[in-house]
């Protein structure tokens, strides 16, 4: 696996012990792990990005590299996981919730919070289909517009939910945008017209990806976008990037 620190990687024999998970270094914030690929960890990372913090990537090539170390943390461990002044935390709503928190980025007003909610989970729905498609598709054309056809109704969802504003909690961004950017973005990529029909959604994902520490990110050779997902998958797997699924 890797490790990206100070925005460079470099490859590392061994890195973790049984003895302690308290491992990051005084100029780290925060520290995270996953696949080398986008899935669950690009919000994540848009999400420091968009803070300023100061992270380190811990990155499992695709294989048997997370099973030998995972038997050194604590029985609830998986991947993405975070580390942050002793802490440890899974699951990736429950990282990206807790980096809001601390930043300020969950909503200022009980309605705020409460839109909050509900796109969080709302766009795990759009991800959970999308990593079915991905991953338990036959991977034929067929099985592909057969999804884009099921997906209107996320879609229709997601823009009734954003409205007339500017991101979905309202005039300010709150961490449950960069979940909901990535996988646009992830689709688009999928199927560069799916949006077309979504005007408000296509104008949001144009938003989000003009703020500037996104924009930074995206256009840096930090950001990689391929692969999606793991070699496995019918969509998204591999280190070349095909075209689109469909037009």
């Not at 690929?37 to 300023?52: K, P, Q």
């Not at 979940?179 to 029909?197: C, N, R, V």
């Not at 692969?227 to 689109?244: E, V």
Request: hydrophobic share 40%.
């Amino acid at each position: 696996f890797h490790i990206c620190a100070s925005y460079t990687c470099a490859p590392v024999a061994s890195f973790f012990h049984k003895s302690s998970f308290n491992i990051m270094s005084d100029t780290v914030e925060y520290e995270l792990a996953y696949w080398r690929i986008r899935g669950l960890r690009e919000a994540i990372v848009y999400l420091l990005e968009y803070v300023g913090a100061k992270y380190k990537l811990i990155e499992y090539d695709q294989g048997k590299e997370w099973l030998a170390v995972k038997p050194s943390f604590p029985s609830w461990i998986n991947l993405p996981y975070l580390k942050h002044q002793g802490r440890l935390l899974v699951q990736s709503n429950a990282i990206l919730r807790y980096i809001g928190r601390q930043n300020d980025l969950c909503g200022k007003t009980e309605d705020e919070k409460a839109k909050v909610d509900v796109i969080t989970d709302q766009v795990m729905d759009l991800r959970n289909a999308f990593v079915t498609v991905s991953y338990r598709s036959d991977g034929t054309p067929e099985s592909f517009k057969a999804y884009v056809e099921n997906i209107q109704t996320q879609l229709i969802k997601l823009t009734d939910l954003l409205g007339d504003q500017k991101f979905f909690a309202g005039d300010e961004v709150t961490f449950p945008d960069f979940h909901a950017f990535e996988m646009l973005d992830q689709h688009l990529i999928f199927q560069p017209s799916i949006l077309d029909k979504y005007g408000k959604l296509k104008e949001y994902h144009a938003r989000m990806a003009a703020l500037p520490a996104i924009a930074a990110y995206r256009s840096s050779d930090r950001f990689r976008a391929w692969p999606l997902n793991n070699y496995m998958a019918k969509f998204g797997g591999g280190n070349d990037q095909p075209g689109p699924a469909l037009p």
